[in-house]
């Protein structure tokens, strides 16, 4: 009997741990206005690689799988999500773009460095989401427009500055 009741007990505890270590999974709202599609002109392939690779985990916009609900999981995808967001969030480029013209290059050439290193989409991701495996041409693409788009960018803050001091 008292083994019943210490199992019992020790069961109740394992089932609250348990529900208390769920944490419901959110997107929260930004203007769309605010996100780099918004921002900046991302050709179709570019933007499908930034869509299947990157947003899931880099924008407001993730697609929370089932198991997103699941204890202790929930914990950790939402964690990881987090950490993504405030290191790169696509829905909110306004921000980045807030921080000044350098921090703007910076991240952009970040998602090139991150993609050419392997680094991200991180191999856990992929593992389970095939459509983020990318091709050498896609990393490509992706290189080329963020070189682009950060030339541009300082371009614009180079041109910004030259007429302020005339």
């Not at 089932?15 to 208390?20: G, H």
């Not at 929260?28 to 690779?53: C, G, I, N, W, Y």
């Not at 999981?73 to 921000?95: E, K, P, Y």
């Not at 680094?119 to 896609?138: D, E, F, I, V």
Request: charged content about 20%.
């Amino acid at each position: 009997m008292e083994l019943f009741r210490h199992s019992a007990l020790m069961g109740g505890l394992a089932v609250l741990l348990c529900a208390a270590s769920i944490r419901i999974p959110h997107n929260p709202k930004t203007p769309k206005s605010r996100a780099l599609f918004s921002q900046m002109p991302v050709p179709s392939p570019v933007a499908d690689v930034l869509r299947s690779a990157c947003a899931d985990c880099h924008s407001n916009e993730t697609v929370w799988p089932w198991y997103a609900h699941a204890p202790v999981v929930s914990l950790l995808l939402i964690h990881d999500v987090d950490q993504a967001r405030q290191h790169l969030n696509l829905s909110d480029w306004t921000s980045v773009r807030e921080e000044g013209p350098e921090e703007s290059a910076a991240a952009l050439s970040g998602i090139c460095e991150n993609l050419l290193s392997g680094a991200m989409p991180k191999p856990s991701y992929t593992w389970m989401h095939s459509g983020a495996r990318l091709s050498k041409s896609q990393i490509s693409q992706v290189c080329a427009w963020t070189e682009k788009q950060q030339m541009e960018t300082l371009r614009k803050s180079a041109a910004i500055v030259r007429t302020t001091r005339h």
